[in-house]
């Protein structure tokens, strides 16, 4: 992967028209922009010659949800919209519109310049994710990172949805309703867990871990062995089973008059056995369905949050991780595996073994997450933003709630799904039909803690709460 940090970026949008955006001091935006080997085609740029600079351009992102560009927040940014012919002919003056639109996080100015095109300047303040820029009317979205120059935003990201991940798979295993591991589809629950059982997926299961598991897996399989036996004629070279034992292995046998009259008995055919190693195992078979099933998750994120042109978080994760499954699953190891008939949870092999035991638990991690409802999710992982303020305003109550619980405190569940006050519980277990967790940005819920020393103490936390 390279990165190209850069002072000008000048993109085709159709129809000969372009996008130019710049650092917002920059005094000369068209001098000296070039292609670029590392940049999509058509695409002119201007490196940075003095660090930093206020774009950078990632080629061939590592991690699958980061956008090729990045911009900075807070930074103030110049663009111009105009046609490569320099001047408008026919042409109405297209309009420019942004994910992140006009508003208390964004500054945002737009100018007329006539047959000069549109010009203008935008800055963003306190929102750190993805966004896009396009045409109003055109197909064309330019996505891109709002990143902080003070953090390494992109491992903060990661590591505070894993953290993420592991409080909701630790609440699920203590608070949420008893196991059962299902081996049967059920479309309806799956379709509303979706995001949920992805974010299990992606957090303990990137591919640089997945080919690290197939290869331990394909390295210490153990085969099986087949046995088999074929009927073939008499003229063929016989096999060791019927020079041990002929009637056993003979068939049809007749008698046959020699040259001297007397009498010999030869078989029609003979019965040979042969056999072979095969990597058709119950683990095997096991580890093949889970590989398909995870595939499977990554297919439908696309389905239900890639629109052909959507480039969102969920959906450059789902793509990635999906390209390297289906990487492993036309391996020729799996040519001889079969289908699944029951699931093998207590074979050793599975449990125990490198690479088996680790599928073995992401795939009871995802199947955790296929209880979870946590519709929250959707406001910072809905395949088209990552709204990293939000998702650390969810990590910051996991955090809390666990301190407190560290302190002396125990979480008190509750059999009914509204408070006293008309405010949901965190968490909301549906008896047995799933689980749900209530942290949505703009909407209350509330986690009452009794107090072990003194249960008469209560704390009633309240996340979003306003008070009268």
């Known amino acids: 992967m390279a990165i190209i940090d850069l002072e000008v970026i000048d993109i085709p949008v159709g129809n000969s028209i372009r996008l130019l955006i710049t650092a917002g001091d920059e005094s000369s935006p068209f001098a000296n922009l070039q292609r670029h080997a590392c940049l999509p085609v058509e695409w002119k740029a201007r490196a940075s010659n003095r660090g930093p600079g206020p774009l950078r351009y990632y080629s061939y992102p590592d991690d699958g949800g980061k956008q090729s560009l990045s911009l900075y927040e807070g930074t103030s940014y110049f663009w111009k919209i105009y046609s490569e012919t320099g001047h408008w002919v026919d042409i109405p003056l297209p309009r420019l519109i942004s994910s992140i639109g006009q508003g208390s996080q964004c500054r945002w100015s737009e100018r007329d310049l006539g047959k000069e095109g549109k010009e203008g300047e935008f800055r963003v303040l ?8 396009g045409i109003d009317g055109a197909e064309f979205r330019l996505f891109f990172d709002l990143i902080s120059k003070k953090l390494d935003f992109f491992e903060e990201y990661r590591s505070i949805v894993e953290d993420i991940a592991l ?34 997926l992606k957090s303990v299961l990137s591919p640089e871990k997945l ?32 020079l041990r034992d002929p009637l056993k292995f003979g068939l049809g046998w007749r008698g046959l008059k020699d040259g001297s009259g007397g009498q010999r008995f030869l078989p029609e055919s003979i019965i040979e056995e042969y056999s072979n190693e095969t990597p058709d195992t119950p683990p095997n ?32 994760e789902a793509i990635e991780l999906k390209d390297v499954l289906e990487e492993v699953l036309q391996d020729g190891f799996w ?12 074979n050793p092999e599975l449990q125990m073994k490198v690479g088996y035991r680790e599928i073995l638990n992401i795939w009871l991690l995802v199947d955790l997450g296929s209880r979870l409802d946590w519709e929250g999710w959707g406001q910072v992982y809905d395949g088209n933003t ?24 125990d979480y008190v569940p509750m059999s009914h799904s509204m ?21 949505k940005r703009g909407y209350p819920s509330v986690s009452v803690f009794r107090y072990r020393p003194d249960p008469s103490l209560r704390i009633h936390f309240y996340y979003c709460h306003r008070h009268p």
């Open 419 to 439: 408070s006293a006050g008309g405010i949901p519980h965190f968490i909301d277990d549906k008896s047995g039909k799933g689980f749900t967790i209530n942290l």
């Open 386 to 409: 990552r709204d990293v303020p939000t998702l650390y305003e969810y990590w910051l109550y996991f955090q809390l709630f666990s301190i407190l619980r560290e302190i002396g405190f």
């Open 167 to 200: 409080q909701c798979n630790q609440l699920l295993q203590e608070f949420g309703s008893p196991a059962t591991l299902r081996f049967e589809v059920d479309h309806e629950r799956d379709a509303i867990t979706l995001l949920e059982r992805f974010l299990f």
């Open 126 to 133: 306190n929102y750190l994710g993805t966004a896009w820029i």
């Open 335 to 346: 040519d001889e595996v079969g289908a699944m008939e029951n699931l093998p949870l207590g």
């Open 211 to 242: 080919t690290r598991y197939f290869d331990a897996i394909r390295t210490f399989s153990r085969s099986r062995i087949e046995k088999h036996r074929k009927r073939i004629p008499l003229g063929y070279s016989p096999g060791y089973g019927f």
């Open 285 to 316: 078979r096991f580890v093949k369905y889970a590989l398909n099933l995870f595939r499977q998750i990554c297919l439908d994120v696309l389905d239900s949050h890639g629109d052909g042109k959507s480039r969102g978080t969920a959906v450059l």
